[in-house]
């Protein structure tokens, strides 16, 4: 009985200096307080501090006269061009575009990424910065217009083609986006919405006419006042085409009322009209269509852009 009393004795006892070491803490929280939750709030912040700045990027531009402009689009006033090799710390990212810093004077701007990390690209120019949407219409399912003898689908040379305007543009450093790159259907809904979220300089959709009647030629349409210029530029390239150029027009289409960027439908020719069927399946045709669409957009991009 009287070992059990003192290990008694014992726990109460421990219980007791526990209670009050308790009750000890408690009143120097209370008495601090408000020390310790500046205490909180400053290393939260020191730590918030070390995490964005560990974040923070470096890299350095690739090519010569990459654009500085004061916001995240072509269409911002360029601040400064910038030679190879500038250093730039990257803030932050919007679409496709960095807010940086200069290391050498410490300025700021907004520069396009695939212009300032090009590894191919000597010297940028207005059409780098450009965003273009590929829109080789039709696909899947949908076969588009067909030839005479229903032998040639309109799909088929809507997407060969658009890949050689592709190919065509890759020297220049232009971001290229293709609405579809293989033989599938595209909701017709869905095509604009494309330029929409990458917000394109350019949209341009590529398509082979057909007709009830004897028609032959080619044709470029737009919708909205802001393709207007795009369309006659791309139109004034393709006047050297083995077709007649009929010229520039406005049309209703989806890909081009459903969006608010500028965009163009180009229709290269009547595929049930044999004679323009002849050069429509030639690849030379189609290169030629390539390379004037690039002329086209470089005149285009040149003139609306202010480069330093």
Known sequence: MVRLKKK?????????????RIIMVKKWLLSNLI???????????????IVSLIS?????????????????????RSTASLKRGTKLIILDKQNGWWHVRRSDNEKTGWVASWVANAVNLKHATALSEATIVLDPGHGGTDTGALS?????????????????????????????????????IVPLLKIPLVG??????A??????????????GISQYYYHKNGQNLAQALSDSLNNMPL???????APYIVLKDTTQPAVLLENGFIN???????????????KIAKNVVAGLTTYFTKNTEMK
């Not at 008694?8 to 009050?20: G, H, L, M, R, V």
């Not at 020390?35 to 290393?43: D, P, R, S």
């Not at 929409?196 to 300089?201: F, G, L, P, R, S």
């Not at 949209?203 to 032959?216: K, N, P």
Request: net charge positive.
């Open 8 to 20: 008694y004795d014992t726990i109460i006892s421990a219980s007791k200096e526990a209670y009050f």
């Open 35 to 49: 020390g310790v939750i500046i205490t909180t709030v400053v290393l939260l912040t020191t730590v918030g501090l």
């Open 56 to 76: 923070k990027t470096e890299t350095f531009t690739r090519p010569d006269n990459v654009q500085l402009r004061t916001g995240p689009g072509r269409q911002y």
């Open 148 to 184: 005479k003898n229903g032998k040639y689908k309109e799909k088929t040379y809507t997407l060969r083609t658009a890949r050689l305007v592709r190919s065509a543009l890759a020297p220049s450093g232009a971001r290229i986006l293709m609405t579809r790159d293989s033989d599938n």
């Open 196 to 201: 929409e979220k990458y917000k394109a300089d």
């Open 203 to 216: 949209q341009i959709s590529f398509h082979f006419d057909s007709s009830t009647v004897s028609a032959s």
């Open 244 to 250: 007649t150029n009929r010229g520039v027009d406005t």
């Open 273 to 287: 009209n044999n004679k323009d069927l002849k050069y429509i399946r030639k690849t030379s045709y189609q290169k």
